[in-house]
């Protein structure tokens, strides 16, 4: 037995508490993966009086997190405070500088500053790594770094935001409109006070952003994410979701094609019988495509003190027994220069549900002004009849151009008949 | 960029040439994830002759596999020749024992010589990696031992031979009996000449062992994995099965009881909502449940050139790169003494399907039996009259012990009235 791994942990919230309890309940389990003992030093957090299950006694307290970069007692790093700017920003670019390994459940930080990151570990040899930051307990990370890394990734596709899958899970269970299941998930924890990161798409474009760079092996690059949230999908799309065979789920997709690489976070229509359909509730699931390997998804529980703490310490695992991998599966000068191709060259098939008045002629204009803006439909349905009043009439449309539909809803909405802005969502294989 | 890492390979059939296309096709992106050129230098196979779609041409033949171990030129070796027996054997065990890396799909040698590999590797500091073991392209072994590291492992559970799901699913999808859908596989290839190795459960029983091992910190112990195989599964009880709401599958399930660590591969009846259930055909899939993590599901192609290449190329990487683990995660002296628990105590709830002479009083007989051996019923289903012929009559039992079932079926099977042996299904929870 080697002596112990030392670790200094900044942020103790739900996944710091997490992290501590883990590394003590499991301790003769994650000593005999670790190859030797891993014990906490030192710590920093804003409220020394909170309690937090354990017991911090002979532990050093740090009230700037920093300074854990530089502490003699602390061989990792472990920063748990979030957010991409400082003091999280500095305490990582810090202990990198500084030489030593680095563990974050940090997303944003590492969608914004993720390749400046990798050369800071590269110019002093330290290791980063962020197996919690996609995904909770799913060893997503380790998989497109490692497991997956002998083939050309096609696609990845995720359910990569547990409070979006929760609402959307119970809007369709329950047939309830979003806002009273947002205020539902919110008394119950699974969405923020603020939940705009959530519902907005935000985290999930973090994630994928994340993933897109480890999958295609090139500069991570969130600004090129397209992304929308879960905010305009009503009861009625998720109703007639069911009835044409597909289930609503946001998704994060990232997609090699011939002109480059597609990121984009936004609701789908997928299939009810494909793996991701079936993914419910706080569940995150990611299915990567490669050349050799298929179809793999790993599915699990994406948030929470517990999944989270599993993978914070497998990392810390790793880092004890030595085990070391480029940040993003490869070198920095090896990276890719495969460019990011914008979400108006999408090209795939689109649901459509208008609410028209109505009256005779009124699927006639519809009709024509796809036609005008080249878009041709695949099916078209309409339920019940109700004179000069509004109903819901939903179109799907084979294979077609994202500018092209945008030119067609906008067509649609100027019509007079229809009566509120359409409501458009790409279907997608699942 | 360093030195090639230079392999051998032995065995050149359908894994064998999958590996050797996918270190031509892939070449750049495996070496920039290994961070330097992968090169095979040495083969060994039965047949030079043979066409592989790929040039041989400049790399060394050996007749003898095991010379490999000792091949100057060859700094790790892959073992692609299968069985537990020489030449497999003798050349794992050989390059070990020269300090030389190997790379393994053999789940047979593993199985039954596991502990014995394991000393050889300590011994010399060689490391031995068998991603492609099991569950063909799935990164299962690696998420075992890494990826879940952090966490007491409760359970595994898997579809874990390709032939058998496929079989079974037919059987389902078709509704055809298990000998006709055989014949079926046969002829697609899916399923062997003799092809009692997958479906009397012993290529699943090798994989569950293997898993097994990892998950639990312990010696590998193939010898108590209690094996049935999918022959006696008919298109009767796969009927039943749907009408009851359950899906029939071939599950591999290691668990920790308080006793030790249950191992068992048999036909399962599985919630048809439960995420195993919706594994179909060719695609395996794993669930673990940690302690800290939750459950995490891992699914893919199970076996294939492709596949099965990806997990080998993966552990190259590995070796490329460095990465070391020990053979079961952690060092022999430190794996855990927890005894294997014998199938007699299992306890679990049954499905059991007879085959009665419909005349008064065979329910009371039959109910009288199981009550005799202390077995609670849940739910019995009879379907129509046929007054003196034989129809089906199908029980749901409550939590029983093994060992109490099987009195109840010897007592049920002795009663006049009833025509045949008794079907017997596990239920398991999925």
């Not at 330290?126 to 998989?143: N, Q, Y």
């Not at 609503?248 to 793996?275: D, F, W, Y």
């Not at 599993?310 to 000068?333: K, M, N, Q, Y």
């Not at 028209?356 to 078209?380: C, K």
């Amino acid at each position: 037995m080697t002596t112990p791994l030392r670790v200094g942990v900044a942020g103790l919230g739900t996944v710091g508490g997490g992290v501590l309890r883990l590394l003590r309940d499991n301790a003769e389990i994650v000593a005999a993966h670790a190859g030797r003992v891993i014990t906490v030093t030192a710590v920093s957090a804003r409220d020394r009086a909170r309690d937090r299950g354990v017991t911090l006694e002979g532990v050093r307290w740090h009230d700037d997190p920093v300074a854990l970069a530089s502490d003699p007692d602390v061989d990792v790093v472990v920063e748990l405070i979030g957010g991409s700017d400082d003091p999280a920003r500095a305490l990582v670019f810090a202990a990198l500088a500084a030489g030593r390994p680095v563990v974050t459940a940090n997303k944003a930080l590492l969608a914004r500053d993720g390749v400046a990151l990798a050369v800071a570990a590269e110019a002093s040899g330290a290791s980063l790594r962020f197996e919690a930051a996609v995904a909770g307990g799913i060893p997503i990370i380790k998989t497109l770094r490692e497991g997956l890394a002998a083939n050309r990734i096609r696609r990845i596709a995720g359910i990569l935001n547990g409070t979006c899958n929760f609402i959307l899970t119970n809007m369709r269970e329950r047939g309830r409109e979003f806002a009273d299941v947002l205020a539902d998930a919110q008394k119950l924890g699974y969405a923020e006070a603020d939940p705009s990161f959530d519902i907005d798409g935000v985290d999930a474009a973090h994630k994928l952003a994340i993933l897109a760079a480890l999958a295609f092996g090139r500069a991570v690059d969130f600004a090129a994410v397209h992304v929308e949230g879960i905010r305009q999908v009503s009861a009625l799309d998720i109703a007639f979701a069911k009835e044409l065979g597909y289930r609503i789920k946001l998704l994060g997709i990232a997609r090699r094609t011939e002109a480059g690489v597609e990121q984009r976070v936004h609701p789908c229509m997928v299939p009810e019988n494909s793996p991701l359909a079936r993914v419910d509730g706080v569940y995150n699931a990611v299915v990567a495509e490669g050349d050799f390997v298929g179809r793999v998804m790993l599915e699990g529980r994406g948030a929470g003190a517990g999944p989270t703490a599993s993978a914070v310490v497998a990392d810390l695992i790793d880092v004890a027994r030595g085990r070391c991998a480029p940040v993003w599966g490869a070198a920095t000068e090896r990276l890719s220069a495969l460019p990011s191709v914008p979400i108006g060259a999408y090209s795939g098939a689109y649901y459509l549900r208008l609410m028209v008045l109505d009256r005779p002629g009124v699927i006639a204009d519809v009709a024509g002004a796809l036609r005008d803006a080249g878009v041709s439909l695949e099916s078209m349905l309409q339920h019940g009849r109700a004179p000069g009043e509004a109903v819901p009439i939903v179109l799907v449309t084979h294979e077609t151009r994202e500018s092209q539909m945008r030119e067609a809803v906008d067509r649609i909405e100027r019509l007079e008949s229809v009566l509120e802005r359409p409501s458009v969502i790409r279907i997608e294989h699942g």
